[in-house]
């Protein structure tokens, strides 16, 4: 059974760095995009950016000048990075495996989540 | 403000059924398939539907998705407490050239 592990900081301070990286176990690197998905407090959910399979980035709009997605294959790993945190940045960020596919996207399988939280 | 709208919340009684809608444009639904999410609380969310109206393995078919031009359906028969949840959609949208998600929409089961 296809399993995704995630980690990284919890708390941070304003300004700082926003690291995560989750891991794949199981199954399949390729085929996929592996993305992240964060949800704040009280909120709903929020796309954040994919990296496909063969290395290709999206980024949410709002996001992109603060966000970084990047894999390791050989590790079957992928990360995020969002600079320059602020408390507005607060949120259960979740890793998550992509269909791969634009035109049929969906998101299939999700980690646990990581909580985030910024704060002086 | 998602770019998809959904209501922010529906309940019906046990065992009877209920039905949440997405609606979107031309940039996203209206060309772009449609999926839907359960998130029960402290939980990560669970895919219901994708394809519109295809569900994964293992999801019940009191589980049901329609989609017509820019807005989607999620159909619940036979409502049970373990239903009661945060349903969300989501399609990709050319014009942000990114994966969007509805507002979410909270089921109360009475």
């Known amino acids: 059974q296809v399993q995704l592990q995630q980690w990284g900081a919890g708390l941070l301070k304003p300004s700082e760095t926003l690291s995560l990286t989750c891991a794949v176990y199981g199954g399949s690197f390729s085929g996929y995009s592996w993305s992240w998905i964060r949800q704040p407090p009280g909120k709903g959910l929020e796309w954040i950016g994919e990296i496909s399979h063969s290395g290709v980035t999206r980024y949410s709009p709002s996001l992109k000048s603060r966000v970084t997605i990047s894999q390791d294959t050989s590790k079957k790993q992928f990360s995020l990075k969002l600079d320059s945190v602020t408390a507005a940045d607060t949120a259960n960020f979740y890793c998550?495996?992509?269909?791969?596919?634009?035109?049929?996207?969906?998101?299939?399988?999700w980690g646990r989540g990581t909580l985030v939280t910024v704060s002086a | 403000q998602s770019v998809l709208t959904q209501p922010p919340s529906v309940s019906a009684a046990s065992g009877q059924k209920v039905t949440i809608s997405c609606s979107g444009g031309n940039s996203n639904i209206g060309n772009y398939y449609v999926s839907w999410y359960q998130h029960l609380p402290g939980t990560a969310p669970k895919l219901l539907i994708f394809?519109?109206?295809k569900r994964p393995s293992g999801i019940p078919d009191r589980f049901s998705g329609s989609k017509s031009d820019t807005s989607a359906t999620l159909g619940i028969t036979g409502l049970q407490t373990g239903d009661e949840a945060d349903y969300y959609c989501?399609?990709?949208?050319?014009?942000?050239?990114?994966?969007?998600f509805g507002g979410g929409t909270r089921l109360t089961v009475l």
């Open positions: 989501g399609t990709w949208d050319s014009r942000l050239s990114a994966g969007v």
């Open positions: 394809e519109n109206n």
């Open positions: 998550a495996r992509g269909s791969g596919s634009y035109a049929n996207w969906y998101i299939d399988l």
